[in-house]
Each structure stands twice: as structure tokens, then as C-alpha cells.
């Protein structure tokens, strides 16, 4: 059974950094395309980036040039640097697992989730 854990969140000033981590257990992650999405209160989840297991990438253009999606097969865990953050990038971050090489940037085409991980930026 695969097993996603996000992790890395917390509360950090505009302009800060912060870098999200998603630790995949079961199946063989080498194989998954991962993705991060938000979700702020009262929004509906929204595609943040997304990495193909060829490592082909993608970003929302809210994000471009500010945030890197990462994985690192040896640990088995995706990561989201996230840079020059705003008090929009306010939300819920999650990360997502697909078995299939997609390029999708509809929540409905990852098959597995993590819990999320609080992400705040004060003004």
C-alpha cells in the first residue's frame, strides 16, 4: 500500500522560504509522477507543480521562478523548495502520487495523497 507523509510546513514572513517534504512509502516510487497542490479555506484545490518520473516538469504560473519541485529516488521523498513566498501561498499543501507517467494537473488523475502540511505567510 503506498503512503504518502508531507511534511515542512509552519509560519514564515513574505519573502521567506520554506521547502516541503513528502516521504512515499510502498511501491516503487522511481516510478510515480508526484505533484503538490494547496487548498486555502473556502478555495478548491488548486495545481502547484508536478514532476513526471522522466523528470519533466511543470508549474502553475502563480509560482514559476519561485518555487522547484524535486524528488530524490534514493530517499523516496518529493520536495517543494518554495521561495520568495506571498501571503497568498497561504494554504494546505499536499503532495500527490500517480503510478502512471502523467502530465495531468487535475487532483482526480493522482491516486494517492498525503495529509497536508500547513503553509502561512504573515504580511
Known amino acids: 500500500q503506498v503512503q504518502l507523509v508531507d511534511s515542512g510546513g509552519g509560519l514564515v514572513q513574505a519573502g521567506g522560504s520554506l521547502r516541503l517534504s513528502c516521504a512515499v512509502s510502498?511501491?516503487?516510487?522511481?516510478?510515480?509522477?508526484m505533484a503538490w497542490f494547496r487548498q486555502a479555506p473556502g478555495k478548491a484545490r488548486e495545481f502547484v507543480a508536478r514532476?513526471?518520473?522522466?523528470?519533466?516538469?511543470a508549474y502553475a504560473d502563480f509560482v514559476k521562478g519561485r518555487f522547484t519541485i524535486s524528488v530524490d529516488n534514493a530517499l523516496n521523498t518529493a520536495y517543494l523548495e518554495m521561495n520568495s513566498l506571498k501571503p497568498e501561498d497561504t494554504a494546505t499543501y499536499y503532495c500527490?502520487?500517480?503510478?502512471?507517467?502523467?502530465?495531468?494537473?487535475?487532483?482526480?488523475?493522482?491516486?494517492?495523497w498525503g495529509q497536508g502540511t500547513q503553509v502561512t505567510v504573515s504580511s
Open positions: 510502498g511501491g516503487t516510487f522511481s516510478t510515480y509522477a
Open positions: 500527490a502520487a500517480a503510478t502512471t507517467n502523467t502530465i495531468s494537473r487535475i487532483p482526480a488523475s493522482y491516486s494517492y
Open positions: 514532476t513526471t518520473w522522466t523528470a519533466v516538469t
